[in-house]
């Protein structure tokens, strides 16, 4: 027979739907505020067209796109890009709390749930190093730098896991329905 533990698990805070509807709610609204009440339209404008992060574009397009932009045009695409930041931050904590959410409603086990949270990691890195890799691009320009070559291959992974999120909360969403009722599994 095992002892018991000499001091007692702390109690685990719960994750409720009305807390992450909030909580998703204000992290993709404040982000968006952020990102396209500031530097963005402008930098889409003068450039007239999408902006490198918004494609899978290899270093000779963002090299168009920065000569595009003009001196001027390139200091407020850094801008944009301090601010963007705040996207690997806000958007993939938004994204891991509706799936721990519902995993946690589909009844799945912790590791099992833990695992899904690949999902909004990844696209935190692949964004992170994308903005990382922008403002080097700014900064070395017309040189579009040593990993330029990288770039179009962290923007397709940042789409392919913001994408796979939604065929996940969908298939959890599912599995949560089918499981309502149903005892725990362990």
């Known amino acids: 027979m095992r002892a018991p533990p000499p001091h007692p698990a702390p109690p685990r805070p719960q994750v409720t739907g009305p807390r992450v509807v ?3 709610t204000a992290a993709l609204l404040g982000g968006a505020l952020v990102i396209f009440s500031g530097p963005y339209q402008a930098v889409r404008a003068a450039a007239g067209r999408a902006l490198p992060e918004e494609l899978s574009t290899g270093p000779a397009a963002v090299t ?4 595009a932009l003009g001196e001027a045009g390139r200091a407020r695409y850094a801008t944009f890009q301090y601010l963007d930041f705040l996207n690997p931050v806000l958007l993939p904590i938004a994204l891991a709390l509706l799936l721990l ?5 589909a009844r799945l086990p912790g590791r099992l ?7 909004p990691l990844t696209l935190a890195l692949a964004d992170l190093g994308e903005n990382l890799l922008l403002l080097g691009a700014i900064s070395r320009y017309p ?3 040593p990993l330029a070559g990288v770039l179009p291959h962290l923007t397709t992974l940042k789409f392919t896991a913001l994408l796979a999120t939604g065929p996940a909360a969908l298939a959890l969403a599912g599995l949560a329905l089918v499981r309502r ?3 725990p599994v362990a």
Do not use: D
């Open 101 to 105: 959410w519902l995993a946690a409603r």
């Open 64 to 67: 168009e796109f920065l000569t």
């Open 113 to 119: 749930g833990r695992a899904l949270l690949l999902v």
């Open 22 to 24: 909030l909580a998703v």
């Open 143 to 145: 040189a579009p730098g």
């Open 181 to 183: 009722g149903a005892p």
